[in-house]
């Protein structure tokens, strides 16, 4: 399109009063923003990976300290600030990274632990070619302020990157730095460095990790860093949930053994005080099993989620083989992966478990309905031939009340007419009373029946 016709074209609109043409030339319409748009667009853009420069050491400390610690950690982080003249991070950060002169710090908190990364971006110590770890990164910090860290260290890691023109060191070299030949490594990041670690702790109570880069630019040693570091995190956390998988294993054993007993006897049953006893017993189970799943769920839940994020991080690496050393998937898979099955079963075991004591429940308690509806319709006939009794005897006893009041009331006639007769007027007493006796019942009957049936209207 020419500018000509460009300009054609924004004339019509304008003319037309399209919207968005003259807004434009006239500048962006003011618009209200959500109050989390912000927040939410720098989301993504949070905790990035330190750029960093060969050769450079660091050491990275997880402490659990569980949920709600974040104060706790930030304010010992401010502590650290005011001794080095640094500015504080902002009240309510997750996350902090500042220089400190001679070392770096980073910050990051999580739900239930926060890690603390110090990195030293100098050259390596004179020894640092036959032993690259021999002065850590940690050593930078204060000790005083270091043993007052929140929450109890539950990762270690020395990370030690050589630069590209540090030879990279023999397999003799390694088995010396790692303590054995039982590490693993490969070639990562699209061969631009080779990454080395035992996944053990040493003497000196830490993990390491070596990195020789080829090739990387800062961004990129950082993420590589990054990467090691979260992998080995995530994977302690991860099995975090193993013990608690062994420890409810014994526990599980018990209930299912009592299921299988209750569901033996719910076809053998004789009365309703036995299927009462043995649903008190099947409910005391099923409180047993949703006990040790409220205590597992959380645990296990994060077992999922950490050793989704530990293969997540592996993939990042792409990594290539070295002959005749494992991989790292390698090594989590023949490691960590069967540990988080062992968790995964025990969770559906409890999960088939919780499933089956409800079967059981909904069908001892539909036994015992259907016999307390037997029940019921027993008692319900009985009343009803209680009713019916009761009935006859009423209309027993209301025949027998009519044949009393008459019988008085034909008494109170024959008085009556003997006095008649005794003051002189022709009546024959006897022929009176057989006459009224007739009409005497029939009036006795008649209001017998009008009471009972005002009775029976009132109620």
């Known amino acids: ?54 050769p450079v050491r660091a050491t990275m400390l997880a402490m ?47 739900t239930e632990f926060s890690t603390w990364t110090v990195f030293r971006p100098s050259a390596m110590p004179a020894n640092a070619v036959v032993d690259p770890f021999v002065e850590p990164a940690l050593h930078a910090l204060p000790r005083d302020w270091l043993a007052g860290l929140p929450g109890e260290l539950l ?26 030949e039982s590490y693993v490594g490969s070639r990562i990041a699209g061969r631009s460095a080779t990454a080395w670690t035992d996944f053990r702790i040493h003497g000196d109570g830490f993990s390491r990790m070596l990195v020789a880069d080829h090739s990387m630019t800062p961004r990129q040693t950082g993420r590589v860093v990054q990467r090691l570091l979260e992998i080995e995190t995530y994977r302690v956390l991860a099995l975090l949930a193993l013990p608690m998988a062994r420890g409810v294993l014994p526990r599980i054993g018990p209930i299912e053994a009592g299921l299988s007993e209750v569901t033996t006897r719910i076809a053998s049953l004789r009365g309703l005080q036995d299927e009462r006893d043995l649903l008190d017993r099947l409910t005391l189970l099923a409180a047993q099993t949703e006990q040790i799943a409220a205590e597992t769920a959380y645990r296990f839940g994060a077992a999922r989620a950490y050793h989704e994020l530990v293969e997540r991080r592996i993939e990042e690496l792409r990594e290539i ?6 991989t790292v998937q390698e090594f989590m898979d023949r490691r960590l992966t069967p540990a988080i099955r062992t968790c995964e079963a025990v969770e559906e075991r409890l999960d088939s478990l919780s499933q089956r004591v409800a079967r059981a429940s909904t ?32 209309e027993t006893v209301e025949g027998l009340s009519v044949v009393a009041i008459s019988y008085y ?19 024959d007493p006897d022929m009176l009373v057989g006459v009224m006796i007739p009409i005497v019942i029939a009036f006795v009957w008649s209001g017998v029946r009008r009471i009972r049936k005002v009775l029976v209207g009132r109620h």
């Not at 924004?10 to 030339?25: F, K, Q």
């Not at 009240?91 to 990274?97: D, E, F, L, P, R």
């Not at 540090?166 to 730095?177: G, K, L, R, V, Y």
């Not at 009331?409 to 009546?427: D, R």
Request: net charge positive; with cysteine.
């Open 1 to 54: 399109m020419t500018d000509g016709a460009a300009r054609t074209i924004t004339d019509t609109l304008n003319r037309a009063g399209a919207p968005g043409a003259g807004a434009a030339m006239a500048g962006p319409r003011p618009l209200r923003d959500h109050p989390l748009r912000q927040t939410l667009t720098n989301e993504v853009h949070a905790r990035p990976p330190e750029a960093l420069t060969s």
């Open 64 to 110: 659990l300290s569980g949920e709600g610690a974040a104060e706790a950690d930030r304010r010992h982080l401010e502590a650290l600030c005011d001794w080095a003249g640094v500015v504080r991070p902002p009240q309510g950060a997750t996350h902090h990274s500042a220089s400190f002169g001679s070392f770096h710090l980073k910050w990051e908190r999580h």
């Open 155 to 180: 990762v270690g890691i020395h990370v030690a990157v050589l630069s590209p023109d540090t030879p990279e060191p023999s397999p003799n070299m390694m088995a010396a730095m790692f303590g054995s």
């Open 321 to 326: 083989r070295i002959e005749g050393l494992q």
């Open 363 to 394: 069908l001892l308690r539909t036994r015992v309905e259907i016999a307390v509806e037997g029940q019921n319709a027993e008692l319900l006939q009985s009343m009803d031939r209680r009713a019916q009794l009761q009935l006859r005897l009423q």
């Open 409 to 427: 009331l034909v008494g109170i006639v024959g008085y009556a007419a003997k006095g008649l007769k005794g003051f002189g007027f022709k009546v």
